[in-house]
């Protein structure tokens, strides 16, 4: 296995900024050291190169890479490296100087792994995959690289819930939770090395397994519009599905980011899926069922985690902490626990209402930072529409107490371009605000009014796959920049700070979450016309997105301002989640209900 | 509660020379905190553990002299302060040496004086006769050079305001490798300036190149305060 040697480390970092990030060697990594291993063990042991393609303090937050590091890792024959993109200064030294992306660990250059697995969280980090494939000397396109023995490509994670839009360039796509399959797979790859199978042999081997979805083994036909007239076979891909989290105890040594991480944190996650149903969510249905992790063996493992990485803070992690059977008790008994060693605690999804206000109370513990609301939308019609169940009335009692209680920080999300929204839905917005600086007007001392800041951030709705909202047009960028300049005007000047997320981003992860196989090509073309880290703001450029699906000839309106045919068959159809198209069409016909009766 | 304070000397080489100061305090805080050392806390809603660095050393430059100060509510020996600390840290950022502090001394940042630097200089090819500023040099060894050409720009250079003392060891066995051993001035108090050490690695590879030279390692050495117009190490005062 070749392997960048230290003089060429040297040379490439040189004014890199934060080099740290790099380095390796960090606390508690777990791959196995190479250079203790006999050719004999190189050449029988799987090599893993687990993927990220955003920066290291992006991808050391994320719990998925350490959950599958450790799973890996804990195997004598399989050893997992990190890598992740490297930030652009370095990519222009790895160019120019002809050096291949490496791993941290070992620094073994990319291509000499036996498999890449990319960890794909949101779609716009699709050209960063691209563009470590390319900077690993790897040719985009499976097709292209059937001859080649290794790395065999694979990619999982959120973004690629539908993989369609980056099937050409990934052998096999792993849809679901990761834990138990990639052990599967990884014994069939190893017979793969050890036996000098074929490739073919391999991708038949796992496509038997729930979750394993083989991009060659799937056609795609079109009516002459671009919608989807057949997709063959009829066989669906089954999520996988890890039945009882307490399988696998919570990552208890993570490996120490040497760089703080942006999420600088002990994470442990309490609960997978949830319950609540909202429309707009994709993770609310994709990560169904809703399973919980036992809190009375999750103090322990917290504790030790805490004991053996260092931090100061946990963050209990779920889609909907307030939801958690066991969330009193966890945090009492945790803090209880850990009383001398003063660690804070975060709950990052924490619904906020009276009651759990307390909780909310107990873990500030007298810092009082801020309050998040997610109520989403402005009026109770629309909360309906989008079954969120918040209401107006408790959300402001509840930011009433927060107000005497000392609290002088409010955060706020709402969505705009949701379906059936009407007028009065937009103007809500910032009366939703007027209303809570009067009531801190009516509660904080008039002396510390002056602190009180409310934070407003506003989001272009995206339709996504599996929801059931899936099937309706995105509202267009002029009108949701409009909608949006409405809600600034009429909000007030002193107290409130807001945000708004650019529209022309939301069109195209719409289109490249909802794309087709045809839309990989525009992914393609934007990659090599130099998009990249699409998720930063300072990088994303509308302008080569359009251009590229242009030039693929694909009508990106297509895909983000049609109101999908309920009957269509679309693209993600051979996906199955576990909920059927009915109940998804079902919620939209409630939604459209709630619409028409009003 | 027992209180004490310790100082302690690490080292950061290879890739650790990679982290700046504020990620290196990180990663020692979170490493005592895994060897349960329980040091003391600010007060004040953010408490913060009370450790005082050296001057941060530039990033990309290996040191073997770093220093610290913490606050510790505890009672523990140096030994184990140091034995408990490695377990939880990479030996290529590692404590070299701590001392329990048991008299009253300034911080680091205000005492230490000065920093020595090493680098090591190699000839580049066998030819050491060469053509500068219109004269023709020709010399027979790097001593030579050294002696004749380096020193000479050194001290004609504005470095020179900023060094205290430049040592050259000549290697006995190989006529080709020479160690420079520049101390800098930390902090003004004469006449001086700063010592810049990015700079000064500039002129020097600079100079170097000029001569037919290489400058091949260099590194922080070690770190020196003022006692009765005698250096010390920041250790041999406490």
Not at chain 1, 184 to 210: A, G, M, P, R, V
Request: glycine share 4%; proline share 4%.
């Amino acid at each position: 296995m070749k392997t960048l040697g230290y003089n060429d480390f040297e040379k490439v970092l040189e004014n890199v900024l934060k080099p740290g990030r790099y380095i390796g060697n960090e606390f508690a990594i777990k791959s196995k050291n190479i250079s203790e291993l006999s050719e004999s063990e190189k050449n029988s042991k799987v090599f893993f190169a687990l993927a990220f393609p955003d920066i290291y303090e992006v991808g050391m937050s994320n719990l998925g890479m350490q959950i599958l590091y450790e799973i890996i890792n804990s195997h004598d024959d399989f050893s997992a490296e990190r890598v992740f993109s490297p930030w652009i200064d370095l990519e222009e030294n790895l160019r120019k100087n002809k050096i291949k992306l490496f791993s941290l660990e070992n620094k073994i250059f990319l291509d000499e792994f036996d498999i890449i697995g990319f960890s794909i969280q949101h779609e716009m980090q699709y050209t960063n995959v691209l563009n470590m494939l390319d900077l690993a000397n790897l040719n985009l396109r499976s097709s292209k690289r059937a001859k080649l023995k290794k790395p065999i490509i694979c990619a999982g994670g959120p973004a690629v819930i539908n993989p369609l839009p980056m099937a050409p360039f990934i052998d096999f796509f792993v849809i679901g939770d990761g834990e138990e399959i990639i052990i599967k797979i990884l014994e069939i790859l190893k017979q793969y090395k050890l036996e000098n199978k074929e490739k073919k042999w391999f991708l038949s081997q796992i496509k038997k397994f729930d979750g394993v979805f083989i991009p060659s083994s799937y056609k795609f036909y079109y009516y002459d519009d671009g919608v989807v007239k057949e997709i063959k076979p009829a066989s669906k891909v089954k999520k996988a599905v890890l039945k009882d989290l307490d399988k696998y105890s919570i990552v208890k040594n993570p490996v120490i980011a040497n760089i703080a991480p942006i999420h600088d944190r002990f994470v442990c996650e309490i609960m997978r899926g949830c319950f609540r149903g909202c429309r707009f969510c994709q993770a609310g249905f994709t990560y169904r069922p809703v399973r919980s992790r036992d809190p009375e063996n999750l103090v322990q493992q917290c504790l030790e985690g805490i004991e053996n990485s260092g931090y100061d803070e946990i963050s209990f992690l779920s889609l909907s902490s307030a939801d958690y059977k066991g969330l009193n008790f966890l945090i009492n008994s945790f803090l209880d626990l850990s009383k001398n060693k003063k660690i804070s605690i975060s709950l990052p999804s924490l619904r906020l209402d009276s009651f759990t206000l307390n909780i909310a109370e107990i873990i500030q513990s007298g810092r009082k930072t801020g309050l998040t609301f997610a109520p989403e939308a402005g009026t109770q019609r629309m909360r309906d529409i989008i079954n969120k169940n918040i209401s107006q009335e408790e959300m402001l009692k509840c930011i009433k107490v927060a107000f005497e209680k000392g609290w002088e920080k409010v955060k706020l999300y709402f969505m705009i371009g949701l379906p059936f929204e009407q007028e009065e839905d937009i103007l809500a917005i910032p009366d939703t605000v007027k209303e809570i600086i009067l009531i801190a007007k009516d509660i904080m001392p008039k002396n510390k009014l002056g602190r009180l800041n409310i934070n407003l951030s506003i989001n272009a709705f995206c339709p996504k796959p599996f929801t059931p909202f899936q099937w309706v047009a995105q509202d267009s960028i002029e009108s949701l920049n409009e909608k949006f300049l409405i809600i600034k005007n009429k909000l007030p000047k002193r107290y409130v700070t807001v945000s708004w997320s650019n529209p022309q981003k939301s069109k195209i992860e719409c289109a490249l979450s909802r794309g087709s196989l045809k839309v990989a090509d525009a992914v393609e073309d934007a990659f090599k016309s130099g998009a990249k880290f699409d998720n930063w703001s300072e990088f994303f450029n509308f302008d080569i997105w359009q251009k590229s699906f242009e030039k693929s000839k694909i009508n990106l309106d297509f895909f983000t301002d049609r109101n999908f045919d309920i009957n269509e068959i679309l693209p993600w159809d051979f996906i199955d989640i576990n909920i059927s198209k009915k109940f998804l069409q079902n919620e939209f016909k409630k939604a459209q209900d709630i619409a028409v009766k009003q | 509660m027992e209180e004490l304070k310790i100082r302690f000397k690490f080292k950061k080489v290879a890739e650790f020379k990679y982290l700046s100061h504020l990620e290196t305090i990180r990663l020692i805080l979170m490493a005592i905190a895994r060897a349960k050392i329980k040091v003391k806390y600010s007060q004040g809603f953010n408490p913060k553990p009370k450790i005082n660095l050296s001057f941060p050393v530039p990033v990309g430059l290996p040191s073997l002299a770093e220093y610290a100060d913490i606050d510790i509510c505890e009672e523990i020996n140096s030994k184990d302060f140091k034995l408990l600390l490695n377990k939880q840290l990479n030996d290529k950022m590692s404590i070299i040496e701590a001392k329990i502090i048991n008299n009253i001394v300034p911080s680091l940042m205000a005492d230490i004086e000065f920093c020595s630097y090493n680098f090591k200089i190699k000839k580049l090819n066998k030819n050491l006769s060469l053509k500068y500023e219109n004269k023709e040099y020709n010399f027979n060894n790097i001593k030579e050079i050294i002696n004749n050409k380096i020193i000479d720009d050194i001290n004609k250079s504005d470095f020179i305001n900023s060094i205290y003392k430049i040592d050259f060891v000549f290697d006995e066995n190989n006529n080709d490798i020479v160690y420079l051993n520049i101390f800098g001035y930390t902090k003004l108090s004469k006449n001086n300036k700063i010592f810049k050490f990015n700079d000064f690695l500039k002129y020097i590879k600079f100079l170097s190149n000029n001569n037919n030279l290489v400058v091949e390692d260099y590194f922080k050495k070690e770190a020196y305060v003022l006692r009765e117009n005698i250096l010390k190490t920041p250790l041999e005062i406490v």
